[in-house]
């Protein structure tokens, strides 16, 4: 039997999603193998209610993240907690060292034929060093720094060089010129053999015909903007305070919208009528409420799909897996409020494109709706060229590259 290591990088829902994705169709491809996951909270209780029968397949290994402020990582409390403890985190070179101990330990307890690292690359250096066939996942290398972020690229240079000793680096993105991440790439010409560009890792759909929700009712023949909250806790309420600005302009408060929360919480779910009451969403159907707003906890599969399809225009942090499902799959213009450098970068591609509109205040939100349906027509042409050259195979095409390390390994 062959084992495969997954190192998945706990920051954000993106490494585990991919992860997720091509987990469902590895089996298809790789007979005889167990996997061994590797993370820390909040993904290890993911994995653990995810795969309750394989808890001793699942490892806690306290990677180091940054420090979470009120608007994704503070930049201050993560400087300090190099060498204090900070909000229940130990001095990060003490997590440092604990984090490596204890993934040399599972590497030579489990003696790994494989191992994909999504984002983890203290375990990218351990299978370089053990000579063991390790694919990186990513949509980083060595990100472009605005102004403000110079500081940080030694640091970049660092990581980039541990990313480097990978055996092969596997971009979830569309091969050039269709690259959405192309300026957090920026592969130097001694590392680009190594680079492969698997897909965008998008969602199998399986949507079963089913009788329509109640929120697929009430959100037909109504034109809308979808507002997507993603990301960990202080993503996700960064996202939402910077939305609710946007809201509460006297020029929104005509523009529909749905937001969903990405928490799977029932209570969130209502419906703000044009009359500025509150209703629950069946209560609102039956009494055929024009409403300007609904907030959803957690969208269906299939709701998703129906507010995607429906929606004129969608608004998001720039996350790259979003990017991907909303660009390429839905053919949807975006708008985009970035948290990161990252985001940033990929915004701020998507509008030299004209797939989208990158803004980073309530005003500029404003001004890109009206951008957009202005020249709706246009953003429709770039974006039919976009989908048809989008790759949403990654899951498939990095589970044949697994197949084919293990097939050299017999």
Sequence with gaps: MKKIGEFI??????????????????????????????????????????????????????????????????????MLNVALPISKNPPLIKQISSYLKEERRLYDTEKFDLVINDGDMGSNVLAYNRNIPSLFVTNQFMPR????????????????????????????????????????????????????????????????????????????????????????????????????????DDEMRTECRIISHATNDPSIDSVLGKDGKKYAITEALEKKIDWIQIDIGFLSEQEKDSVLEQCRYAVINGSHTVMGEILGEKSKPIIGMPIYDEHTNQLAWAQEKKLGVLAKSAKQVISAIKKIKSDYLSYEENLAEFSQNFDGNGAKNTASIVSEFLEKKK
């Excluded at 491809?29 to 909270?41: A, G, L, N, P, R």
């Excluded at 130097?188 to 492969?196: R, T």
């Excluded at 993603?230 to 993503?235: Q, V, Y």
């Design 9 to 78: 990088y706990p920051w954000g829902n993106g490494h585990y999603s991919r992860m997720m994705r091509l987990n469902k169709v590895l089996p298809d491809f790789v007979d005889d193998y167990q996997i061994h996951f590797s993370t820390k909270s909040p993904i290890y209780e993911k994995l653990v209610e995810k795969f309750p029968d394989k808890r001793e397949q699942i490892h806690e290994i306290l990677m180091p993240t940054p420090i979470d402020g009120k608007m994704g990582p503070s930049l201050s409390l993560s």
């Design 145 to 248: 720094l605005w102004k403000s972020r110079f500081y940080f690229y030694p640091s970049l240079v660092f990581v980039a060089k541990q990313i480097a000793k990978a055996t092969k680096i596997l971009v979830a993105d569309s091969p050039p010129p269709y690259t959405m991440c192309e300026y957090n790439l920026n592969f130097p010409e001694k590392v680009k053999e190594k680079v492969i560009y698997v897909g965008n890792f998008t969602a199998q759909k399986n949507l079963e015909s089913t009788p329509k929700s109640d929120l697929e009712k009430l959100i037909a023949h109504k034109e809308f903007g979808y507002w997507m909250r993603t990301g960990n806790k202080s993503t996700n309420e960064g996202t939402g305070q910077r939305y609710n600005q946007v809201f509460s």
